[in-house]
Structure formats: C-alpha cells, structure tokens
C-alpha cells in the first residue's frame, strides 16, 4: 500500500521567512514523488519532481529515503506562494497517491 | 491544445439521478486518470486509462460508476442513481506513459447531489 501524510493541515509565514512543508510517505518499493500545488480558482499544477532535482519559483524538495520524507522548501516566502500544496507519489502502477495537503499563507 | 478540459464545470441534480461528465485530455497524452476531490481532503483515485484500455479501479468505484474510453481520446464517468455522499468535485488529468512525468490537471466538474 502507498501512502502519503502531510501533518500540518495550515501554515502561516510572514513574507520573507523561510518555509518548510512536510510530506512523509510509506512504500515498501522506489517511490517517486511530485508536489502539486493550488492556486485560488486555479487548477491543480505540477510543481516539481524529485526525479529531475529542479527548482521551481525558487522552491525545493530532497527526497530521503531513510527518513520517507519529501519536504518543500523555500528560502524566502513570497505573497504569491500562497495556496494549496500536495504531496504526491507514484508507487505500483502510474496512478498518484495525494496527501490531505497544505494550505500556505505568506502574510505581508 | 488548452490542456485538459472538463465538462461540464457544475452539476446539479436530484438524489437518484444519473449523470454522465466529459474529459477531453490533451492529444499527445495516452494515460486518463480520473479523481476524486471532497472538501479538505487530496484528490483520491478512481480509475485510470491507457489508450482506450481501462487498466485499473479503486475500491472507491461502485458499481455505480462506469468510466469509459472508447477510442482512446476523450472519457466520461457516469454515476447512476446518485447518492448525496457522492458530492464532490470530479478531477480529470492525463498524462504521457510513465508515471515520472506528473498529471496535467483538468479544472473538474463540481457535482451536488440534492
């Protein structure tokens, strides 16, 4: 079975400080795992992958397969990070597994 | 291509009737995942296509649902004799073969069950 937990339902930054989402997963084989995120009356987008270790709008993500965690991070929060963050992965097969997500607000 | 589009954006209807959504995902992606969203929770899986072959259900599919994908393209997911547990928002994404490459999203259809 796969599965992924996002602990914090809500965090609140002030812009400029740095911000951390946390996502641990559980499965037995080579996960791969994605953030999504949700803007207000937007879709559901890709943010990134952990198979490319890319940085998107300055966020980034280290997938640590000892501690089964994918955290988002970013340096310096921005007003515009605001939204809705999911933790994904793909185990068996193709289909994701979401977590309940995170709902981010940068106060100015 | 605009990416994936769902139709409709909202459905309202009566306990006990059927409705039937459309996906049109986009042309070069031959994975279709359908998903569904209640509030609070993270989209949760209901079936997926590749091509015109579903290759996979959920537990969360009754006997209610059916999915289907006739030539490979577009999809639709009817829901027969609706239940008001059934509310919820109806996500459609697709994808190229191989999971590595993450979903390209529809907007979803929001369903209420009266």
């Known amino acids: 079975a796969q599965r992924v937990t996002q602990p914090e339902k809500l965090l609140s930054v002030f812009k400029g400080a740095p911000v951390e989402l946390k996502c641990n997963y559980s499965?037995?084989?080579?996960?791969?795992l994605f953030w999504y995120v949700q803007y207000s009356r937007q879709r559901l987008q890709l943010l990134l992958r952990h198979i490319s270790r890319e940085s998107i709008k300055g966020f980034t993500a280290d997938l640590n397969k000892g501690e089964t965690s994918f955290h988002l991070k970013k340096p310096f929060a921005q007003e515009e990070d605001s939204a809705m963050y999911y933790c994904a992965l793909s185990g068996s097969g193709s289909r994701l597994t979401f977590g309940e997500g995170t709902q981010l607000t940068v106060n100015p | 291509d605009t990416g994936v589009s769902q139709d409709p954006r909202h459905k309202i209807t009566k306990r006990g009737q059927n409705v039937t959504f459309r996906c049109d995902p986009i042309s070069e992606h031959n994975r279709l995942y359908w998903y569904r969203q209640t509030l609070g929770q993270g989209p949760e899986f209901l079936t997926y296509f590749q091509n015109e072959a579903q290759l996979e259900k959920s537990r969360l599919l009754s006997d209610r649902f059916s999915a289907e994908r006739p030539k490979g393209s577009f999809s639709t997911l009817e829901i027969q004799r609706t239940e008001q547990g059934d509310s919820a928002m109806y996500l459609c994404a697709s994808s190229r073969q191989g999971g590595s490459y993450g979903y390209t999203f529809g907007s979803g259809t929001r369903l209420t069950v009266v």
């Open positions: 499965y037995s084989g080579s996960p791969e």
